[in-house]
């Protein structure tokens, strides 16, 4: 059987739909994110490799877990997070949480409803973000009510995004089955050239769903103690207003619904520009009602 790194597929945190770490994130909490963000690449890949049978995932993502807990044989894919979160005092509670997703990837294939996709998402989007908060030092009472539905977000939008590839090539569907069945639509029309009107219409609707839990998540950018992070949060945040209005108005599975470096461009600059007026409209505010009291 191959190891967790013969499975890498090559894709880096530059390849993603969202920034990763990027230059608006102070340059020590970089490099901690970054680990932790090539651990669960190299586990995601694992999930996804279709030459793995689903026993075999199983025993690679258990590997990675022993290897990241210092409970086994060390893995070149876990040891620098492992370092990381030694030198920060920080628990590996997130990325098990991921690595027991990729655990439901390996051996279920469908979901039944929006609530158990939330469960999924539990699992595989929110702890993305309550560990990001986590290395920056930010409470997580204050945020990590405010980051899950953003993150549930984000993972909905690569689900809609890539529905026909994950259909056709891993006979994985995110899509509720439910949402399916109620809009008369079978699961094989996800292999299609084309998404019929009836799939249009429940990928729609699961596009506006998605729009509901960006605006749950909407506060976080000026909730967030630092800056530079409600900057990069504010960012991802218009990035992904943007992604759940293609999806809500296009078809994923014969166009890519992506933005393109000019669209990525403005929709993030705006984010950060909104991100700083309302910063600095609060901070006057504070600074008003103090000199008030």
Known sequence: MITAREARSGKSHRDENFPVASRLVRARHREPILAFYRFVRAADDVADHPALSADDKLVLLDGLEVALTGRGPADPEAEPLRRVLAARGLPPRHALDLLQAFRLDAR????????ELMDYCALSAMPVGRFVLDV???HPEATWPLSDPICAALQIINHLQDCGRDFRALDRVYLPLDRLAAHGVAVAALGAERAPP??????????????????????LACRVADTRLGLEIAAIHRLA?????GLRRRDPL??????????????????VAACLVQR???????????SAA
């Open 108 to 115: 279920k294939s469908r979901y039944a409803d929006w609530s």
């Open 136 to 138: 920056h030092g930010e």
């Open 198 to 219: 009836a799939l249009r219409a429940c990928l729609a609707e699961l596009a506006e769903r998605t729009q509901g839990l960006l605006a749950e998540g909407a506060p």
């Open 241 to 245: 207003a943007a992604l759940a209005d």
């Open 254 to 271: 014969s166009e890519g619904v992506h933005l393109g470096r000019p669209g990525f461009a403005f929709a993030a600059l705006a984010g």
């Open 280 to 290: 600095m409209i609060r901070t006057r505010l504070q600074v008003a009602a103090g």
